[in-house]
């Protein structure tokens, strides 16, 4: 897994989701769709997110915010589902529990 933090506003120096989408073979828009859902419940400034998330081989790629908090928030918010996409992405059987 790698987890990139800043690079994902609208500045002319943020170019992160360009670099990530440029080495990825999938994407995985949950991720950053419910990153930015977060982001923008606790400021308007989320809009301007633009964070990606995918697959590269067997590595799991997230772009977090930059500023300390959005980088807190962002993994809190996907730290539960990590080790499940970690090892479905390596490969590893997985049961599908009833929900």
Known sequence: MIL????TGVSPRDFT???TDSVLDRRVPGIAET?????????PHGLLGRG???IRGRTLIVNLPGSPGGCRDGFALIKP???HAVELIGGEQSEHRST
């Open 17 to 19: 989701p360009e670099a």
């Open 4 to 7: 990139t933090t800043g690079g």
């Open 52 to 54: 990606v998330a995918g």
């Open 35 to 43: 990153l930015r859902a977060d982001a923008i419940e606790k400021t």
């Open 81 to 83: 589902a990590l080790r």
